[in-house]
C-alpha cells in the first residue's frame, strides 16, 4: 500500500500505484500518474499532465510538470512522460511540452542534479546525468548516456548525441555529436569523450574510430556535406560508433558545435 503523510495533498484523480511514498507537504495534482516504489520528498511537487513510471525519486522543493515557461501556451495538457529509475533532486525543474497533445519525454535510469531544468518538448534518452545549475532550452534532444556538466546551457533545438559530454560552465548553441567533448563558450568540440567511452567499457578499436570520426570532422577544414562523404568512405563505417555518428551528422539540426 502507499503511504501518504497527513500533511501532503493529493487532489482527486491522482493515480498512484503500489508502495508510492508521499511524505510531509507534498503536493500531487489531480491529473499525476505515480507508477509503483515512487517517492515523493518532502515539499515537493509533481502536477499537471505527469505520467511517471516506477521508482523515480523527487527530492524537496523540485517541480516536476507544472506549467511550461513558454509564452507560446494557449491552454490545454501537455504532457510530461517520465520512464523508470529517475532522480530528480533538490529544486530540479522539469516542464511539460507547450501544445496540447505534445509531450516532454524523460526516459530511464537519469540523474538530474540540484537546480537543474529540463524545459518545454524535450526529448531525454536514459542514463544522462545533468550536473547542478543546469539548463536545456526547448525542444533540446538528449541521446543516452550523455552527462551535461555543472552550469552548462544549451540552446534551444540542440541536440546532445549518445556518449557526449558538454563540460562545465558550457554554452552549447550547436548540435554536439556522439562521442565528443565539447567546452567553451560558445562550445566547441574538443576532443573526444574518451574517459566517457571507457567508462561504458568501449573496446579500444571503438575509440579509435571515434578518435579517426573527430579529426575529419574538426581538423581538416572540411564542411558537413564533405565530412560526411569521406566518413562514408571509411572501413570503419561498419562499426557501430561511425554509424551513430553518421546518422546524427543526416538528421538536420543547427550545425555542429
Excluded at 551535461?148 to 556518449?163: D, P
Excluded at 573527430?214 to 556535406?225: A, E
Aim: charged content about 20%; hydrophobic content about 40%; proline content about 4%.
Amino acid at each position: 500500500m502507499s503511504s501518504i503523510h497527513p500533511s501532503a495533498v493529493v487532489e482527486k484523480g491522482a493515480e498512484l500505484g503500489e508502495d508510492v511514498v508521499v511524505e510531509a507537504f507534498c503536493y500531487v495534482g489531480g491529473m499525476v500518474r505515480l507508477g509503483d516504489n515512487c517517492r515523493l520528498r518532502h515539499h515537493s511537487t509533481v502536477d499537471g499532465n505527469v505520467c511517471m513510471g516506477q521508482d523515480n525519486e523527487v527530492f524537496p522543493y523540485a517541480l516536476i510538470g507544472g506549467k511550461t515557461h513558454d509564452l507560446k501556451y494557449e491552454g490545454g495538457a501537455p504532457g510530461l512522460r517520465i520512464a523508470n529509475h529517475n532522480v530528480f533532486r533538490e529544486y530540479v525543474t522539469v516542464h511539460p511540452a507547450t501544445q496540447s497533445g505534445d509531450e516532454t519525454i524523460v526516459g530511464s535510469n537519469n540523474l538530474l542534479l540540484a537546480y537543474s531544468h529540463v524545459a518545454h518538448d524535450c526529448r531525454i534518452g536514459d542514463h544522462l546525468i545533468m550536473s547542478s545549475h543546469a539548463a536545456l532550452g526547448g525542444h533540446v534532444e538528449v541521446g543516452d548516456h550523455v552527462n551535461v556538466g555543472w552550469g552548462v546551457g544549451v540552446h534551444q533545438f540542440c541536440r546532445l548525441g549518445s556518449h557526449c559530454m558538454a563540460a562545465a560552465c558550457s554554452k552549447v548553441v550547436q548540435d554536439v555529436p556522439p562521442f565528443v567533448l565539447a567546452e567553451g563558450t560558445p562550445a566547441e568540440g574538443r576532443s573526444i569523450n574518451k574517459i566517457g567511452m571507457e567508462r561504458a567499457d568501449f573496446p579500444a578499436s571503438s575509440i579509435a574510430a571515434a578518435k579517426k570520426v573527430f579529426k575529419i570532422l574538426y581538423k581538416q577544414g572540411l564542411n558537413r556535406s564533405q565530412a560526411l562523404r569521406e566518413l562514408e568512405s571509411l572501413p570503419e563505417l561498419e562499426g557501430s560508433v561511425t554509424r551513430e555518428i553518421v546518422a546524427f551528422l543526416k538528421r538536420d539540426g543547427r550545425g555542429l558545435a
